[in-house]
T-cell receptor, first 114, second 109 residues
């Protein structure tokens, strides 16, 4: 199994508070991703990173920011959480794209914004 | 726009064979993945197709027709542990992954 861990695994917070989710990998994979998963929707990409300090937006990036200061860590921050950000968040890693783009997922972080 | 269509739910009987379909319309094509996701868990990789035809892996097979924008996952000798959601995802011309909403497979004894 790929070494990828997320923290926290569960969090309940109030609207308007900042939240940071952490993804840590021990595989030295170049690419890291943050997805959210909601009922009736496929996995939706929030942000991704293709190297240290190299990040880009996904399809649902509004209200989220990311940082990658080390190869192994990718942080997702909600500056001011809203109820629409209640979701399950998955971090994923891959060696490359295309035929080397197999994703390995973390266990998920369930976030509830009240 | 880009889209992937999968049935939301499929029901089958233990020991039988089931096919889960995925049709796609994307800007370009650079491969298709199938993932399995048990309830409350993370998705895990099942298969990758980039050329037309059938790829077999034990009880699971995946088929691709690029001209028809179509793939299916075939599960044989169904077991109760195969109850899960099955996600297809296509790599588009920009090497971005486009995901379907997933198909929930319900297996009855």
């Amino acid at each position: 199994d790929a070494g990828i861990t997320q923290s926290p695994r569960h969090k309940v917070t109030e609207t308007g508070t900042p939240v940071t989710l952490r993804c840590h990998q021990t595989e030295n994979h170049r690419y890291m991703y943050w997805y959210r998963q909601d009922p009736g929707h496929g996995l939706r990409l929030i942000h991704y990173s293709y190297g240290v300090k190299d990040t880009d937006k996904g399809e649902v990036s509004d209200g989220y920011s990311v940082s990658r200061s080390k190869t192994e860590d990718f942080l997702l921050t909600l500056e001011s959480a809203t109820s629409s950000q209640t979701s399950v968040y998955f971090c994923a890693i891959s060696e490359g794209t295309g035929d080397t783009g197999e994703l390995f997922f973390g266990e998920g972080s369930r976030l509830t914004v009240l | 726009g880009q889209s992937l269509e999968q049935p939301s739910e499929v029901t089958a009987v233990e020991g039988a064979i089931v096919q889960i379909n995925c049709t796609y319309q994307t800007s370009g094509f650079n491969g298709l993945f199938w993932y399995q996701q048990h309830a409350g868990e993370a998705p895990t990789f099942l298969s990758y197709n980039v050329l037309d035809g059938l790829e077999e892996k034990g009880r699971f097979s995946s088929f691709l027709s690029r001209s028809k924008g179509y793939s299916y996952l075939l599960l044989k000798e169904l077991q109760m542990k195969d109850s899960a959601s099955y996600l297809c995802a296509v790599i588009d011309s920009n090497y971005q992954l486009i995901w379907g909403a997933g198909t929930k497979l319900i297996i009855k004894p």
